[in-house]
């Protein structure tokens, strides 16, 4: 039988899953075609945001690439728009002239961006928020310009204002309305949020107009309505959209705001059905993907000719994107005469929440600043719960294993990707899984914004009954095995295991060979266990590691060569100049740690530029120290109390090169002005007069904390003896990966400085690191002088072109 | 007319520590070829496909390299990028003769 015809017009978030669903049901049933006006691939149009916001790039955020639709023998034309479709002989025609026969046709049209229809809209500056291209044309805007125009305080304009913000603009937002987010929070809401978002930079104007937009050919300001004016390079217009639906209208198809369709997704004409933003059902057109994969389900089954329960519209729910911010809003939220509310306001922890209430039952809620309770709220409101279960729920402390009891299978728990529960617990099941990061894998729930993490948890936790062991869940080291890191550790000691392999062996991981993140792990427990005995795998180093250099994106190295303290001298310059011009070095580049960086180096140039320098390595690859930052200090500096610089170089000295987690950075100053930043280091020394100051897990990097104050003492040799003991400490108590500041926390700062209090405690702790120090090895050096690591590791085998006749 | 095949002699087996990558150029390919756990050789493009990372340094794990830019993980058999993630890179053959490994073109 000759496959039936499918064509889908619009090649975005609906349409596209909507696909997905029917070739789960049926693979082999269609032949599909699909339109679509945007020269890319299907995309995660919500990861726009975060693209401007600069936390992931748009190679990121594609859902389906080419190759998708290829296997899925899926024809794509993509950057071809659909201009005309004649419904009674079912016939597609493009604007390259393609005409295209269907048996069945899908309408994902989407929306088109509301642009305001004042003067000067089309003017060069101005743009919407809609699609990759507005993106790439405000990150380009960004680097010539400085200030920016936000017209619309809801989600997207918020969003794309954070955006502009963190591409180093100054950012004015003009809403219309008295407060921000208008048609998802009350005022109380909307006015933290506003205050948040004015310490984050942002600038508003509240009950604005916009009447024009001023300028020649290029965007100069904005005039409101009042005779106010402001200046703009760059204009951003969020002030909505609305449903595209032009190419419906023209052949006759049934249009109201949105395409007319009926609770199985149906439009007025036969064959023809439509999804996504372009869709009007009970009078409702929906902006956010979650209804939209829910219709996407619901035709799915229609147009494959299943049973199918019918589409009866979807209760919203938000979350705005700006980090920083927890802001929640689902279902109704203001009050009228027959809706009432819960309300907790506390001015002082700046968190605000709200319950409605409409007969007796969850209507809705709003919470701000603190947002634990969204699923079990949008849970409650979906299934229209009483309010004595948000009251019990409220008092009993631990409510989410009966909320995942009590939702149907069908109910999405992951929005984002539209994973119901159904298809978590059949993952489960089916494949065995025991962790978050397993079902992640499998269903990609949780794998895009990762607010129902929680509720995965809680749906593996019913599941699995008694096998679900809460430990497992955060703690196994990775997917290979259940074991924690405590019990990974404690079994290596017990049975004296002295090979990664062995361990994996014994302890029955569940792969032969283990993965990227067991294998350096077990390397490094292991020769924290046997520092003497241990024989270091290369081959389960990361490769920074395993090559003595720093990998840069495009396959070439970097060498940093030790500065104890970050002191040089003319003759360690002429050195790195004379090598840097023979080896073709591209950036010399001073850095954070005060060191020098040669970049651009070539693998198999390596040794050769090490034997040229010979210093000793910079570790700035390396899981160990890297560099102890230093001021100036009593020698020169007329503040200086101490020799913060000769203090530096013996920390330097002593601890170079013994593994430890993760990278452990330090920082000596010579007074409390800190010119070293000794206070976001892992551990930070700073002079008083006649004292030292001890500061401990500081980070100035992804999880910034300031360092606390663990002791003071009176002489270089205690400074060393306190250091020796916290380091060695970490080594044998933090998660491999776990830098000082997590660890602190995690463990427990009081416990750590009650540990190094204690003389005995301290002394057996420095002799065990004595130990590990014992043993090593200048790094550099080993490999210059050794030919079989130079061609095991670093040889390139280069043959020209070969001829083929 | 038809393309003959070439082979071309790379290395020795006992240059390479297992578990551990070369790179080899030949003409215009750039190659990854990887000494397994098991005595086998396998060689792919050394390109990764999600931002083209040099696969030749990842680590190695029975018959899969995890590539050092953002970890993907893929087969070094097929050349098949594993889920989540998706794509793939070319194969080339590889034999082993007298103790030296040979990449076939
Ligand atoms: C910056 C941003 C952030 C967002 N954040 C969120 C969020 O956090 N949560 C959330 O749920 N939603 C969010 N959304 C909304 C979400 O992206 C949309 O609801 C969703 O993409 C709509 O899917 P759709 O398939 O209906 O439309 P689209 O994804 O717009 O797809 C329609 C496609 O059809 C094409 N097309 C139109 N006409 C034709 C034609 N005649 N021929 C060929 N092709 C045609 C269009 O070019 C377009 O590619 C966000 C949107 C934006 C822009
Ligand atoms: S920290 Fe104090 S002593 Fe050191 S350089 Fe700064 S001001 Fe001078
Ligand atoms: S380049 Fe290979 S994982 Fe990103």
């Known amino acids: 039988m000759a496959k039936q015809k499918l064509a889908l017009i619009g090649n975005g978030m609906a349409g596209v899953r909507c696909i997905e669903e029917i070739l789960k049901i049926q693979p082999d049933r269609f032949e599909v075609t699909v339109f679509g006006s945007e020269p890319h691939p299907n995309y995660d149009r919500i990861q726009l945001s975060n693209v401007l916001q600069g936390a992931t790039t748009i190679d990121d955020i594609t859902i389906n690439d080419w190759n998708w639709y290829k296997e899925n023998n899926i024809t794509l034309f993509s950057g071809e728009t659909v201009t005309n479709i004649d419904t009674v002989k079912q016939i597609i025609y493009s604007d390259t002239n393609r005409e295209v026969e269907y048996d069945q046709l899908i309408l994902a049209t989407g929306s088109i961006p509301f642009i305001l229809p004042i003067k000067g809209a089309d003017k060069k500056g101005v743009t919407a928020f809609r699609n990759i291209e507005d993106c790439e044309k405000m990150i380009e805007y960004s680097k010539n310009n400085k200030k920016a125009a936000v017209i619309g305080g809801g989600l997207l304009g918020l969003e794309a204002a954070r955006g502009l913000l963190n591409l180093g603009m100054q950012v004015d937002v003009i809403h219309l309305s008295e407060y921000l987010m208008d048609r998802q929070l009350d005022p109380t809401a909307g006015k933290m949020l506003q205050r948040e978002l004015e310490s984050q930079g942002m600038n508003f104007y509240l009950g604005k107009q916009t009447q024009e937009v001023l300028g020649e050919i290029d965007v100069k300001g904005l005039r409101f309505s009042d005779g106010e004016e402001i200046s703009a390079d760059l204009v951003v217009m969020a002030v909505g959209i609305k449903p595209n639906v032009q190419l419906a209208k023209n052949c006759g198809i049934p249009v109201n705001r949105g395409i007319i369709v009926d609770d199985y997704m149906e439009t007025g004409i036969p064959n023809i059905y439509s999804v996504g933003e372009c869709a009007e059902h009970r009078e409702m057109v929906y902006g956010l993907v979650a209804p939209l994969y829910e219709q996407g389900k619901v035709l799915a089954k229609r147009i494959c000719g299943q049973e199918s329960k019918a589409y009866e519209g979807s209760v919203l729910s938000t979350k705005l994107k700006v980090s920083g911010v927890d802001v929640f809003s689902a279902g109704e939220i203001f009050e009228d005469e027959k809706a009432k509310s819960i309300k907790e306001f506390n001015e002082w922890n700046g968190t605000y929440k709200k319950v409605m209430i409409r007969n007796g039952k969850i209507s809705g809620a709003v919470l701000f600043g603190d947002t634990k309770e969204s699923n079990n709220l949008l849970s409650m409101i979906n299934k229209n719960a ?226 040229d320098l010979d210093m000793p390595s910079g570790y700035a690859y390396g899981k160990t120290l890297r560099t102890v930052k230093t001021c100036v200090g009593e020698n020169f500096c007329r503040f200086g109390t101490q020799d913060s610089i000769g203090l530096g170089i013996a920390l330097e000295k002593k601890f170079e090169r013994v593994g430890t987690p993760h990278k452990v950075k330090m920082a000596v100053s010579a007074c409390p002005r800190n010119c070293a930043e000794s206070g976001i280091k892992d551990l930070g020394v700073v002079g008083v007069d006649g004292a030292w100051e001890i500061y401990i897990g500081g980070n100035g990097g992804t999880h910034l904390r300031a360092a606390e104050l663990l002791c003071k003492v009176k002489t270089s040799d205690e400074v060393i003896e306190i250091t020796g003991a916290y380091i060695q400490h970490y080594r044998e108590t933090a998660n491999y990966l776990e830098r000082t500041s997590v660890w602190v926390e995690r463990v427990g700062f009081d416990t750590i400085k009650t540990i190094i209090g204690d003389k005995q405690k301290r002394n057996e702790l420095n002799q065990r690191l004595d130990e590990a120090l014992s043993v090593l090895q200048e790094p550099w050096k080993e490999i210059i002088e050794s030919n079989a690591i130079q061609t095991g590791l670093f040889q390139k085998v280069k043959i020209p072109a070969i001829s083929n006749k | 007319m038809g393309k003959t095949l070439q082979k071309i002699k790379v290395s020795k087996v006992n240059e390479m520590p297992k578990n551990l990558g070369k790179t080899v150029t030949i003409g215009s390919h750039e190659i990854a070829l990887f000494h397994l756990a098991n005595g086998e050789f396998r060689a792919i493009e050394n390109r990764c496909p999600h931002k083209g990372g040099v696969l030749v340094e990842g680590i190695v794990s029975g018959d899969h390299v995890f590539c050092p830019m953002h970890d993907w993980k893929i087969s070094v058999k097929n050349g098949e990028v594993q889920k989540p993630d998706n794509g793939c890179v070319k194969t080339f053959n590889v034999e082993i003769e007298d103790g030296n490994v040979y990449i076939v073109l």
């Open chain 1, 386 to 611: 009483d309010v004595s279960e948000y009251l019990k729920v409220g008092t009993s402390g631990e409510p989410s294993v009966s909320l995942v009891t009590s939702m149907s299978h069908e109910e999405i728990v992951c929005g984002c990707n539209g994973v119901t529960k159904g298809d978590i617990v059949t993952a489960i099941e089916s494949k065995g899984l025991t962790s978050i990061e397993e079902v992640k894998g499998c269903t990609s729930a949780s794998r895009s914004c990762g607010g129902c993490k929680p509720l995965v948890g809680d749906i593996l936790e019913l599941t699995l009954g008694a096998d679900f062991s809460k430990s497992n869940q955060k703690e196994s080291i990775c997917t290979c095995t259940t074991l924690s890191r405590d019990e990974v550790v404690a079994e290596i000691r017990e049975k004296n295991l002295t090979h990664t392999r062995e361990v994996m062996n014994v302890l029955g991981w569940n792969t032969s060979d283990g993965c990227s993140k067991c294998k350096p792990a077990l390397n490094y427990y292991l020769g924290m266990i046997h520092p003497v005995e241990y024989e270091d795998e290369k081959e389960s180093r990361y490769v920074n590691e395993r090559l003595h250099a720093n990998i840069q994106k495009d396959g070439t190295f970097s060498v940093v060569p030790r500065m104890y303290g970050g002191v040089t001298n003319p003759e360690q310059l002429r050195k790195i100049a004379n090598v840097a011009d023979k080896y073709n070095v591209k950036l010399l580049k001073v850095t954070g740690g005060q060191r020098i960086d040669m970049f651009g180096v070539e693998k198999e140039d390596l040794p050769g530029v090490w034997a």
